[in-house]
């Protein structure tokens, strides 16, 4: 008996730790930057950050959705790559901290997402 309530126990303070990670979503919606037709490109980015973990989803209108996956570096820093059509990708740079939410995605055309935090 004793060892079934210990185990409980162990379960809850376990699932105690997972609801004690903060979650914090983002979102930029903006044009890209550079030459030729980027100026006309518009972009989507979401963030969701839960601990040090960061999930990311990124869609160019009309456009397939893309998604990135990376943790929190040193100061909130976050650097990733996100793969495109044909093989190709893009690079994913940022910093994820209070006061300093951005994120840059490098590629064909260059988005810098200055993410707004959502309630």
Do not use: P
């Amino acid at each position: 008996m004793l060892k079934a309530m210990m185990a409980g126990a162990l379960a809850v303070l376990a699932m105690g730790d997972e609801a004690l990670a903060q979650q914090a979503s983002y979102t930029w919606t903006g044009a890209g930057q550079g030459s030729g037709k980027c100026t006309s490109y518009k972009m989507t980015v979401t963030v969701t950050v839960t601990g040090n973990a960061v999930k990311g989803f990124f869609q160019q209108a009309g456009r397939t959705e893309r998604h990135f996956e990376t943790t929190l570096g040193a100061n909130g820093a976050i650097k990733t790559t996100a793969k495109l059509d044909g093989g190709s990708t893009m690079s994913v740079v940022g910093t994820i901290k209070e006061g300093a939410n951005r994120v840059v995605l490098d590629g064909y055309c260059k988005f810098d997402a200055k993410l707004t935090k959502q309630q």
